[in-house]
């Protein structure tokens, strides 16, 4: 086990910059998630750490280690590729003992190591099986067993839930969770799903177009986004963002409605800003303000309702069933503690 | 795939048209193209073997004699090249020297693909369109200079003239193949094996390798088949009867003057074809999938 710090690390591919600097310090046993959208360069910054890609500019260290000429056999890392990349040509087995006979370990070890791996993914009676004889996920287990197998300082997984069906996937997530709660190795999982994010990490890195917009547990992501990228990219479904202008301790939208404010952050009369909140923070109110029901989607549990306020859309949760029907006017109410603001200039958090 | 296709096959709105799979509609689309062809490829070797069997005076008389059949078949022409000439020695030679040869060009082919399609080196793509061109160079040009280097190299008449000439045809055919092949293989396999601990060449070994055997075995026989069947290199770098290959020394050993032994000669092309179409027999398969499709998962 150790820890990973990655110091001002930035990757050119030519001319292209695809990740612009960044510093993520990662702590002995963490389980940390880089997410964000596809191409916003997750993985390039994965297999940096791996030593796939070179590392253009800045550091990165492992333990007390600086490994940025370090060639990937030597870094003491696991990965998981999103394919799995098993050696097709290799047993179960095999594919699990492969790095161990490399380093030329003796037969009696590496049959114990490969045992209690296949153990602990369930994967006994596979083992004598060939991978294009496996189902998805039995594929996916036999990666992570090859990365248990070498007992490494640090486990990275890229995507490695994306090729399997929704259900599995749920399950998947639970099993790599207790895996590394019995492992406690250092881990960093790449994911552009940010519910996987959310459920799985001790912390978070959002990255968008290779910077970091915030690292964080997940809950005070969700809570605090640091700006309207995290805001709009955490949470399902996505933020409700209105643009205007602060007036009075309240919000005057571009529309000229206005819209509560629990407290307005201080000096800030007349500043253009966002208004955030999120659909499970509006709340069905007597006196709230008027809105128009556009759709109703019940799921059950809760119902989700889209409505017109004063020409803007909003996207509201309830647990309450809703009767209404398109075109009728239900009144709602923001949450006030948990209304986010936003400069509608550099999108950043204003301090409320 | 097939089951949807058998299921419309199997409709009854379907009666009263031919059906795809009728009778008729298979022999018309599958079996009589399929017969010609056969026809077509085996007739030499059928003319080929009729021709070894026949006694000379049938050879000459198609009057008399149809030439489509064998009369009074006799094994006179087999004994006279077995016996009175040295066939088994140029068979051996040929065998040795084709085997050589491949080997020989497999190796170099191996290490040069690898080395241009995964290090990707600065200028790899050039090396290879460079490699490609050398093969474009036709042998009636090429075996001028190299007779040239064979003879300064004190080589002429030794197999070696052949084992160290046919790579220079053999080795850029076997890279460019060889290159579609290692293109094949995910790349991801060989960076986990490298994050696993595996050096290159233990790479090359232990994954490209076993996963590139249809690959090798293809350019395998593509180079055997070459050198075996090679004439113009063989012609002019050797010289001792007995040091000959198979396809210049039937020509030149059972054709004397303007007499042409034909019943020697049709058994020395039969015999000499036969260890290559063994070869591709037995490899068929891989042969086959090497050309088709690369490997899956
Ligand atoms: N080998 C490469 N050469 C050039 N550009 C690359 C290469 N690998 C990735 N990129 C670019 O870098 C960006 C980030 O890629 P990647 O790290 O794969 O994103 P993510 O994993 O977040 O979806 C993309 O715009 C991609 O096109
Ligand atoms: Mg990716």
Redesign the interface.
Known sequence: MASVDIIDAAKSFGAVRVIKGVNIPIGDGEFVILVGPSGCGKSTLLRMI???EEISEGQIRIGSRVVNDV???E?D???V?Q?Y?????MTVADNMA??LK??QAPKSEITAKVDRAAQILGLGPLLQRY??QLSGGQRQRVAMG?AIV?DPQVFLFDEPLSNLDAKLRVQMRTEIKELHQRLKTTTIYVTHDQIEAMTMADRIVVMHDGIVEQMGVPLDLYDRPANLFVAGFIGSPAMNMIKGSIRNSSFETEKGNHLPLGNAPAASEGRRAIYGVRPEHIHLAGDGIPAEVVVVEPTGAETQVIVKAGGDELTCVFRERITAKPGETIRIAPELKVVHLFDADDGRRLSA | MTDAVQQVAAKPARTGVISWHSTPRRVATIYLPLACFVVVLLFPFYWMTITTLKPNHELYNYKDYNPFFVHSPTLVNVKKLLFDTEYPQWLFTTMSIAIAATVLSIFASVLAAYAIQRLRFRGSQWVGLAIYLAYLVPPSILFIPLATMVFKLGLYDSPFALILTYPTFLIPFCTWLLIGYFKSIPYELEECAMIDGATRLQILRKITLPLAVPGLISAGIFAFTLSWNEFIYALAFIQSSEKKTVPVAVLTQLVQGDDYQWGALMAGALFGSIPVALFYSFFVDYYVSSLTGAVKE
């Open positions: 791996a030593g796939l060639p990937p056999k870094r890392i696991a990965m590729f394919n990349a098993l050696y097709p040509h492969f790095s490399l380093k991978p294009r090859r070498r």
